[in-house]
């Protein structure tokens, strides 16, 4: 599993003109599966991400987590997350999870986050979104359960 986590002062996505998501200040998660991922990969990767101490503090440090702050999250997926690039202009996504799957695992996500926090929005799976934000810092990170020890 793949996220890209942006801190964000507001974010939106939407679908068909509609505004299908929209948050203030927290994150937003572009959420990409793989094949082989699991509920456990994704339980662990939300834990991770909720408890992350990004948000400064009173002395300027990233010190506070998204629960210290009263944040909120919008998660959007994008199976863009694993293009292949190496050849060609063209990029591959043969990693990318299968649709059933790579939509499970999106809904898992989403519920998973409600158990940190209060507000969670999200965009609509496999839908053409616009998604627009205002990019916190910018504080911008990539998280790969690939990379994680915790897994």
């Known amino acids: 599993m793949r996220v890209v986590l942006q801190r964000v002062s507001e974010a939106k996505v939407q679908v068909d003109g509609e505004t299908a998501g929209e948050i203030g200040k927290g994150f937003l998660l572009l959420v990409g599966a793989e094949e082989g991922d699991t509920r456990q990969i ?11 101490r ?10 506070l987590s998204l ?5 909120e999250i919008l998660v959007v997926s994008q199976f863009t997350l694993y293009a292949d690039c190496r050849k060609g202009n063209r990029p591959s996504f043969i990693r990318a999870g299968a649709p059933d799957m790579a939509n499970s695992l999106y809904e898992h996500v989403i519920e998973r986050c409600r158990l940190y926090v209060e507000k969670v929005e999200h965009g609509v799976f496999g839908a053409d979104m616009k998604v627009s934000l205002i990019n916190d810092g910018p504080f ?5 359960s690939q990379e994680m020890k915790f897994l």
């Open 140 to 144: 911008t990170l990539v998280l790969d």
């Open 54 to 63: 990004i948000f400064q503090d009173g002395n300027g440090k990233t010190n």
């Open 42 to 52: 994704a339980d662990k990767m939300v834990d991770k991400i909720c408890k992350l």
């Open 67 to 71: 629960a210290d702050v009263g944040g």
